[in-house]
């Protein structure tokens, strides 16, 4: 069975085609994945990554899309499948919410608008949610029934698994641990006053470090320019943080309470076993702030002797191309037409 998977972020897209007959979960992950490797019995045939359409609209950012699928090609491909940072409706394939692309207004109908470009079925789902179904199927998750994934990058996302199976929620966004409330009166970011993204997002993180120019303040600027990145990156962020900026630093220690803060909140509500921290940002800073997560959450859990345990994405940044797949694989099986 041939598969593609789009991951569909807020600057990259991420595009795999893989190849497999069924999940095999005593294959061990790979210590690094690329095309040509093998996870639980699904190959990665090929790739392709572009920029996302800064500010072009829908239509630029269907077109992108659908030039990476024709990129890694649609010969026997049964199903596409994209993650998209938003609030969608996965059975009419219809973006509902998209805080972080530019141009996306709500009720767009994407699955069908990139279906016609590239000739195959296409079907939706949050990012995160993909994502996080790649961990529990194929990575970190190891199949763990009660799992919630934080996905840290431009915005903070969640997914949740409830009793082995992905929580949607009757309106698609269960899980949603990005605006859960932090602090009362907090930070002010998006739609929310204190959430957890404005204090762990990296689009809200990279607005309080800067001038009122416009310009990044500290190490930020100087790498931008030293990478040649127009945009605030997860891998400037990390290169700013290793260089010892103390506003950076500070940010980020206070992205780890925060993070614990809410999955303590989650976990005392829903009693979760364990915890996959990924994303872009997520990817980089998890060794780093993981102690600190599991000391706040901790001190924030009713009952901290079940804590559950916090654990790093092992699929690094293909969970969400791969979540996506097989995404795709499910929805086509319980399409009425397959």
Do not use: C, Y
């Given at each position: 069975m041939r598969l593609i998977g789009v991951d569909l972020g807020g600057t990259k897209i991420q595009t795999a085609l893989i190849e497999g007959d069924a999940t095999d979960r005593s294959q061990p992950v790979p210590d690094e994945i690329g095309v040509g490797s093998t996870v639980a019995g699904w190959t990665i045939v090929a790739e392709d990554r572009t920029a996302t359409p800064a500010s072009e609209g829908v239509q630029a950012t269907a077109e992108a899309v659908a030039g990476t699928i024709k990129s890694v090609g649609t010969e026997s491909v049964e199903a596409v499948g994209i993650g998209f940072?938003?609030?969608?409706?996965?059975?009419?394939?219809?973006?509902?919410?998209?805080?972080?692309?530019?141009?996306?207004?709500?009720?767009?109908?994407?699955?069908?608008?990139?279906?016609?470009?590239?000739?195959?079925?296409?079907?939706?789902?949050?990012?995160?949610?993909?994502?996080?179904?790649?961990?529990?199927?194929?990575?970190?998750?190891?199949?763990?029934?009660?799992?919630?994934?934080?996905?840290?990058?431009?915005?903070?996302?969640?997914?949740?698994?409830?009793?082995g199976k992905l929580r949607r929620g009757p309106h698609g966004y269960a899980g949603e641990i990005g605006f859960l409330v932090v602090k009362w009166g907090g930070r002010k970011y998006g739609p929310l006053d204190g959430s957890l993204e404005a204090y762990a997002g990296r689009g809200s993180l990279g607005d309080h470090l800067k001038t009122e120019s416009g310009e990044y303040m500290g190490d930020i600027q100087d790498i931008m320019a030293e990478k040649g990145k127009t945009t605030l990156t997860s891998s400037v962020f990390y290169k700013a943080y290793e260089k010892g900026d103390k506003s950076v630093v500070r940010l980020i220690d206070r992205a780890a309470q925060a993070i614990g803060i809410g999955i303590a909140s989650l976990t005392n509500a829903l009693d979760l076993e364990r915890v996959v921290l990924g994303g872009g940002m997520g990817e980089r800073f998890a060794p780093i702030i993981m102690g600190q997560v599991e000391r706040v959450m901790k001190s924030h859990m009713m009952l901290p002797d079940l804590a559950p345990k916090i654990v790093a994405a092992s699929l690094g940044d293909y969970s969400g191309a791969l979540g996506a797949a097989l995404t795709a694989k499910e929805l086509l099986g319980a399409s009425p037409s397959s």
């Open positions: 940072p938003g609030l969608v409706d996965h059975n009419a394939g219809v973006i509902l919410r998209a805080p972080n692309l530019a141009g996306f207004d709500g009720g767009e109908k994407f699955a069908e608008r990139v279906s016609n470009l590239v000739g195959l079925p296409v079907f939706l789902d949050n990012d995160v949610n993909v994502a996080v179904v790649a961990e529990h199927q194929i990575g970190a998750g190891e199949n763990v029934p009660n799992l919630l994934g934080v996905w840290m990058g431009t915005g903070v996302g969640g997914g949740l698994i409830l009793d």
